[in-house]
């Protein structure tokens, strides 16, 4: 936990989990519980920088592939942007934040989908040490609903177009870290939306 007044959520899950309509209902829960609406954020990007590497990290590059590595460096070099030059000022100036994913995202993408948890723990430990979120909410769903509903909205990203089985390692890998983190709740996003986000605010009634 931050030993800030503001508090730093985060909303996580893969493509076509909810995530967006989620971060408005939780904005606005904030909004009425604290009397100040958050600092939004989003993963990668949030700074005019972090938005740059965001462009380079969702767009393929013809004739020169993003290699594994160097993508995990990119996310880490948009958060660490981001981290010290929004998230933890406007925590420190009592606000609260509302992250649209951090740094479970690329231990389930990078460390879980690419097979990299060697290389994030090394970088994760490196830029942020032991800062994390107060509450993370992580909306579970199937990989292949989820790519589905992404799919129904627009043409797919770079990262998007990744095997299935890209999606799945990054779905266990988000199950697992919850598992061992009281400060990730599991919310079951393969319901109507309705239900979604009543088990949102049920959530955040209790552990804010
Ligand atoms: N990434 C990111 C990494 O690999 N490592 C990292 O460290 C970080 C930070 C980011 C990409 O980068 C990767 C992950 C991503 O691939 P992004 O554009 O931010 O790119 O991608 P997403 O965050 O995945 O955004 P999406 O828009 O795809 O996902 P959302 O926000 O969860 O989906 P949303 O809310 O737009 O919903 C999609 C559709 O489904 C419907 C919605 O109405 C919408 O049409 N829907 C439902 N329909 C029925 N029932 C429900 N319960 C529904 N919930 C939503």
């Not at 009281?182 to 393969?190: C, E, G, H, L, W």
């Amino acid at each position: 936990m931050t030993q800030n007044p503001g508090k730093f959520i985060v909303i996580e899950g893969l493509e076509g989990a909810g995530k967006s309509s989620a971060i408005t209902l939780v904005h606005d829960f904030i909004e009425k519980h604290t009397g100040m609406a958050p600092v939004c954020t989003r993963e990668p990007g949030g700074t005019p920088l972090a938005e740059k590497i965001r462009d380079l990290v969702k767009n393929a590059e013809p004739g020169d592939p993003l290699c594994d590595e160097a993508e995990c460096l990119l996310f880490y070099a948009a958060r660490a942007q981001l981290v010290a030059n929004v998230i933890k000022p406007s925590l420190a100036s009592g606000r609260w934040v509302l992250g649209d994913r951090h740094n479970l995202s690329s231990i389930a993408y990078q460390g879980g989908g690419r097979g990299l948890m060697s290389l994030v723990k090394t970088i994760s430990d490196a830029t942020l040490g032991g800062f994390k979120p107060d509450l993370t909410l992580y909306l579970d769903i199937d990989p292949l609903l989820g790519l589905e509903r992404a799919a129904r909205r627009g043409a797919l990203d770079r990262i998007e177009q990744q095997e299935i089985d890209f999606f799945h390692r990054a779905r266990a890998t988000f199950l697992a870290q919850a598992r061992d983190d009281r400060t990730i709740v599991v919310i079951d996003a393969s319901k109507p939306l309705n239900e979604v986000h009543k088990d949102i605010l049920a959530c955040l009634g209790t552990a804010l």
